[in-house]
């Protein structure tokens, strides 16, 4: 199992940005998909943005498609989330989770490790 780690959440008006950074504790970080989802308040967890092992496309969420961008650092083991024009509605908490199948999952039921979670809050 990977262990992870996130941070960079914090506190933005509507409009800022944020980058969140997730690293793992595992020897072989470039042979798993990493992915970033989240959880608003009362809601489930939902995918945010996926990135296969092997590269190659980048998928993201119809709803931060666009304002999000994900990208990694196999050398330091780390994924990363750039948050532009935030909205109110980003407002969640934000976790990386990490595979070892060379495709990007999008439910939660896939996933066996997970960090604890970083704090994102948009105010309007």
């Known amino acids: 199992q990977v262990q992870l780690e996130e941070s960079g959440g914090g506190l933005v008006q509507a409009g800022g940005s944020l980058r969140l950074s997730c690293v793992a504790s595992?020897?072989?970080?470039?042979?798993?998909?990493m992915v970033w989802f989240r959880q608003a308040p009362g809601k489930e967890r939902e995918f945010v943005a996926g990135m296969p092992w092997s590269g190659g496309r980048t998928y993201y969420a119809d709803s931060v498609l666009g304002r999000f961008t994900m990208s990694r650092d196999n050398a330091k083991n780390s994924v990363y989330l750039q948050m532009n024009s935030l909205k109110p509605e980003d407002t969640a908490v934000y976790y990386c989770?990490?595979?070892?199948?060379?495709?990007?999952?999008?439910?939660?039921?896939?996933?066996?490790?997970w960090g604890q979670g970083t704090q994102v809050t948009v105010s309007s």
């Open positions: 989770a990490a595979d070892s199948r060379n495709y990007v999952a999008q439910r939660v039921a896939d996933f066996a490790s």
């Open positions: 595992v020897r072989t970080f470039s042979a798993y998909t």
